[in-house]
């Protein structure tokens, strides 16, 4: 069975930090990888991070210095620590599971939560 719930987001003011959490069943973890993606409104769905499930890690360049993703394979959960929050920042955030092939991740079909909102202002 496919499920996956994010959780953790919320309404914070710039230069704060939340935690995301992603739990996902065993067929959504057991894939190459897990990822954070984010949608903004009015704009495409951007890949923000992703790791392997050897814990290898990938960010994109809005995240680099920021945010830290993680996973903790015995609850089947998958982290995005995000500090020093922007108001760019603002948008639905996802988890999902999907695949590696040279180095590029990609997003298996399905495989989606509903999103968590995060919200930065002041």
């Known amino acids: 069975q496919v499920s996956v719930v994010e959780s953790g987001g919320g309404l914070v003011e710039p230069g704060g930090s939340l935690r995301l959490s992603c739990v996902a069943s065993?067929?959504?973890?057991?894939?190459?990888?897990m990822a954070w993606h984010r949608q903004a409104p009015g704009k495409e769905l951007e890949l923000i991070a992703h790791?392997?499930?050897?814990?290898?890690?990938n960010y994109a360049d809005s995240a680099k210095g920021r945010f830290t993703i993680s996973r903790d394979a015995a609850k089947k959960t998958v982290y995005l620590q995000m500090n020093n929050l922007k108001p760019e920042d603002t948008a639905l955030y996802y988890c999902?599971?999907?695949?590696?092939?040279?180095?590029?991740?990609?997003?298996?079909?399905?495989?989606w939560g509903q999103g968590t909102q995060v919200t930065v202002s002041a």
């Open positions: 790791i392997s499930s050897g814990g290898d890690t």
């Open positions: 065993e067929i959504v973890f057991a894939r190459d990888a």
């Open positions: 999902n599971g999907g695949d590696i092939g040279d180095g590029v991740y990609y997003p298996a079909a399905g495989y």
